[in-house]
């Protein structure tokens, strides 16, 4: 059975923090600036050269939304109704998929939806990660405007550009 269209945009629960199994302690303590603590730098020379050299953790660089964000996104922005789907969420990943090709599109920037270590968001929009940021990363001026956009396109007033752990 199909989700008829008068329930394609029905409201997604937002994630309970309380209820998280991840708690914000236990999470490491990272800066939330592009400079990196040593521990945190990947050393591509390395990796290429020492076979026991181990990649240090990925950061990812972004802002931290839920599946009701993008259900938001998909609907405020009237992208095209998604085909006929029979579970709900096989329907939020299509929405997803969307709203992610439709914001890069408008920020004229290659975005990734990963799924965060947190409590409190059930997607992170990253810009960058801790590996590729040296060959990825914008101009300032550019940066802003594709901060600017996405803040935007999905109402993010309050949203902090933050480090996200994966």
Known sequence: MYIPDEEIYNPCPRPNPA?????????????????????????????????????PRKLFYGFGVDIQDFIDYHQRHQLPRPPPMDNRASLWHYIMDDVMEDLSAHCRFKLQRILPLSPEYDYTIALYNSHHISVT??????????????????VLGAAAYNVRIN
Request: aromatic residues 10%; contains cysteine; hydrophobic residues 25%.
């Open 19 to 55: 209820k998280s199994r991840i708690k914000p302690e236990d999470l490491s303590k990272c800066s939330t600036e592009k400079t990196l603590p040593e521990e945190y730098r990947f050393n591509v020379r390395r990796w290429r050269l020492e076979p026991g050299y181990i990649k």
């Open 137 to 154: 990363e914008l101009e300032d001026d550019e940066e802003e405007d594709v901060i600017r956009i996405i803040k935007e396109r999905f």
